[in-house]
């Protein structure tokens, strides 16, 4: 009987991971193969952004979830210091006796395995199992092959690998560019944006159906036009049309909460609401809608400021701000007196654009004898320079 070892850093761990170790169990038939992700890997730092050792763990297990006689283990995370193979080895040979040791290498790892720590010791321990695509590394590695058998007795075989064309090494330079999250578990993909490790930016595509389950059926037109609006105004300003894309995409996220639910995830979060705010249920989908941004999506502050403000709006909006304000109410599919020049000036005069969307919504509220948030008051002042304008209070 044999124990299969699939050590590493997995940083993250990823579906090509997870198609080597199915690959490797189905060819080696090994009693159980077990993933040992290492505490403190001895050739390199854990980097400022990445998850904590506990955390990889944790991707491991999502990642490698049911795969059968695939076992994720936190024997590396137990001991304190550098993990060593050396060390995790002599561990798993106490609590193994009698089976042999298979231990999964990547190619790549070969060729300097006698420059590890204690590595005579590790290929007295062990065989080999070299990970290959295509019969690729096969041949130029039998030679390095040949010289451990000779030398140390060490067992070493060649198993196909599935050609899933990804490193972790890849991954983490695509992540910041919005990139690579196919190539990752869902739910470890989900864990990595909501903590925004490895500087990732998220995937808009990915983000687009997350979001869209969490809206009526009926909102997610308005939503997409939004996103559309928000990326020609951003590109006619000048501000990073993904970035603004990303904030509305997000920014009706909780809209179909009902008053009552607004007001309770409020109060669980530690949102303080004032009188305006349980008057006016109406903009509490925008203060919600912020939080959950960050929560479930790790959203910058930038992002998250543009969703709470762009309902009322407020004096001194950032450059993002009013762009996810104005395509929110200048967006394909809305069709009120004056949106069209709303739109053009938009493009042309973003401030003048503001005055006159924030003086639409005042008059639109006061038409209806409804309730004026204080902020959408304080908005249409500003942008509109009437400093004199008397608060509504309808």
């Known amino acids: 009987m044999s124990i299969a070892v699939y050590g590493g850093c997995f940083n993250p761990p990823h579906l090509g991971h997870r198609a080597a170790a199915g690959s490797a169990r189905e060819t080696?038939?090994?009693?159980?193969?077990?993933?040992?992700?290492?505490?403190e890997p001895p050739h390199k730092a854990q980097a400022k952004g990445e998850p904590t050792p506990e955390e990889r763990l944790e991707l491991c297990r999502l990642t490698f979830q049911g795969l059968e006689g695939v076992e994720v283990s936190d024997l590396s995370l137990r001991r304190p210091g550098p993990s060593y193979m050396s060390d995790t080895l002599r561990l798993l040979q106490e609590q193994y006796p009698g089976q042999e040791l298979i231990l999964i290498l990547g190619a790549d790892m070969l060729p300097g395995i006698e420059r590890w720590h204690e590595a005579e010791e590790v290929l007295h321990r062990c065989s080999l199992a070299i990970l290959t695509r295509d019969g690729v590394g096969e041949r130029e590695l039998e030679p390095q092959a040949r010289l451990l058998r000779q030398k140390y007795g060490t067992r070493v075989r060649f198993l196909p690998n599935p050609p899933v064309a990804v490193s972790s090494a890849r991954l983490r330079c695509l992540l910041p560019h919005r990139q690579g999250w196919e190539l990752l578990d869902g739910e470890v993909y989900a864990r990595i944006v909501q903590h925004r490790w490895y500087e990732t930016q998220v995937s808009l595509p990915w983000l687009r159906s997350r979001v869209e389950t969490m809206l009526k059926r009926s909102r997610i037109a308005h939503v997409k036009g939004c996103e559309k609006a928000a990326a020609r105004l951003a590109e006619v300003w000048g501000e990073d049309p993904e970035t603004a894309m990303e904030a509305a995409i997000?920014?009706?996220?909780t809209k179909r909460w009902g008053p009552e639910e607004q007001i309770e995830y409020c109060r669980s979060q530690g949102i303080p609401l004032g009188e305006a705010e349980e008057r006016s249920p109406q903009v509490l989908h925008a203060i919600t809608g912020a939080a959950e941004a960050k929560r479930l999506f790790g959203a910058s502050d930038e992002v998250c400021s543009a969703i709470r403000w762009h309902t009322t709006g407020k004096p001194e909006m950032?450059?993002?701000?009013q762009i996810v304000y104005l395509a929110d109410v200048t967006e394909e599919t809305r069709d009120f007196p004056g949106v069209e020049d709303l739109r053009r000036e938009s493009l042309r005069n973003i401030e003048k654009a503001m005055a006159m969307a924030a003086r639409s919504c005042v008059e639109e509220l006061e038409r209806k004898q409804t309730y004026i948030h204080?902020?959408?008051?304080?908005?249409?002042?500003?942008?509109?320079?009437?400093?004199?304008?008397?608060?509504?209070?309808?």
Do not use: F
């Open 28 to 39: 080696l038939k090994p009693e159980k193969l077990l993933v040992l992700p290492d505490r």
């Open 250 to 253: 997000m920014h009706d996220m």
């Open 318 to 321: 950032s450059l993002l701000e």
């Open 374 to 394: 204080p902020d959408t008051i304080r908005a249409y002042r500003w942008y509109a320079g009437d400093e004199n304008k008397e608060e509504s209070t309808c």
